[in-house]
């Protein structure tokens, strides 16, 4: 069982930056590759970036790539989603998510663990 808590969201004008932290229970985290989705109101949820569990491998949508950079602290038993230039569409409830199947990492049903998410709203 992991339990993930995500941070950092919040309101921020278009251009600005945000960094969203995903802390995460359980000793196995550093085992696990990570993902971030995002959803907005009446869209359905998409893939945004995740992480291999060594961070070796990063894979980003084409719409965040160049802007957005995740990594991880397996130490900390957290991930980061390091978010610039922000956009009105990257407004969204962002969540982190441990891909526990195999499979693409874009594929939100590889993914078993959710946190609640937390909102970024970039206003314009």
């Known amino acids: 069982q992991v339990q993930l808590v995500e941070s950092g969201g919040g309101l921020v004008q278009a251009g600005g930056s945000l960094r969203l932290s995903c802390a995460a229970s359980g000793r196995t985290f550093s085992t696990y590759a990570m993902g971030w989705f995002r959803q907005a109101p009446g869209k359905e949820r998409e893939f945004v970036a995740a992480i291999s569990w060594s961070g070796g491998s990063i894979f980003y949508s084409d719409s965040v790539k160049g802007r957005f950079t995740i990594s991880r602290d397996n130490a900390k038993n957290t991930v980061y989603l390091q978010m610039s230039s922000l956009k009105p569409e990257d407004t969204a409830v962002y969540s982190c998510?441990?891909?526990?199947?195999?499979?693409?990492?874009?594929?939100?049903?590889?993914?078993?663990?959710w946190g609640q998410g937390t909102q970024v709203t970039v206003s314009s």
């Open positions: 998510a441990v891909k526990y199947w195999s499979g693409n990492y874009p594929e939100a049903t590889g993914y078993k663990y």
